[in-house]
């Protein structure tokens, strides 16, 4: 009985030497009710990240989707106007002077400007990411900020493996939204150019993704927030109720 009591006693004398406020913190961790909250909070913060996951995934695919059949529209448009053993000989010689880059740079420009697309180009690969354009249809050569010259050479490892896919397996290949190093967010299709069953050089389509990219990150924003608010509410109800 002795050894009862001074077990009790030290027990007291342990849970006494807490302020009021710290019991009152602890008696309220230690309650079942608690508990509960604590578990229905962590489920639902589960699931609204799943579902805010899930919803940023569906609108980047959903917009990637749009993008990639205008621009195979436009990239079918552009390769029935190339003719392939030309374009072979251009892009071998990246020469200016050759007859065949102003016929095609007036059709490729053509093309681009009855669609929405940003650019409208040909390159070549030079060796591993590096390409040359070839003919460059997208603007007036004169505009120097977005005008590429025939045999300028770009490092397109900041385009994502679109380019790659297209180039290495010779077949038509869309991006995701790339943040590409010389021209920000865009979203980009590629269609192989052959000849003789070989690739000599690929078509490209670009679209501006920096409206489209801003506003999927103000919506999954505003997702997270709403599922926060919704969680705080949830818990607030559960504990005063």
Not at 5 to 33: A, G, Y
Not at 160 to 176: K, L, Q, V
Request: contains cysteine; aromatic residues 12%.
């Amino acid at each position: 009985m002795a050894m009862r009591m001074q077990k009790c006693s030290l027990k007291e004398m342990i849970w006494n030497s807490f302020p009021v406020v710290e019991r009152d913190i602890m008696n309220v961790f230690s309650t079942f009710k608690f508990r509960i909250i604590c578990v229905i909070a962590a489920l639902i913060v589960a699931v609204s990240i799943f579902l805010t996951y899930t919803s940023i995934r569906q609108i980047h695919q959903v917009s990637e989707n749009v993008f990639g059949d205008q621009g195979r529209i436009v990239l079918d448009k552009a390769s029935k106007v190339i003719d392939a053993e030309r374009f072979t000989n251009l892009a071998a010689s990246l020469d200016r002077n050759d007859p065949y880059y102003d016929i095609l740079y007036e059709k490729l420009y053509e093309i681009k400007q009855f669609y929405s697309c940003r650019f409208l180009y040909t390159m070549t690969r030079v060796n591993g990411t590096e390409f040359a354009y070839v003919v460059d249809g997208s603007t007036v050569e004169t505009d120097e900020e977005n005008f590429s010259p025939i045999g300028t050479i770009e490092d397109i490892s900041s385009y994502g493996e679109a380019p790659f896919d297209c180039y290495d397996n010779m077949r038509f290949a869309a991006s995701h939204i790339e943040n590409q190093e010389d021209w920000g967010k865009t979203i980009s299709v590629y269609s192989p150019i052959m000849y003789n069953g070989k690739i000599v050089g690929m078509l490209a389509c670009d679209f501006d993704a920096e409206k489209l990219s801003a506003t999927i990150d103000h919506s999954s924003r505003n997702m997270i927030i709403g599922c926060a608010i919704c969680l705080v509410v949830v818990i607030l109800a559960m504990w005063l109720y």
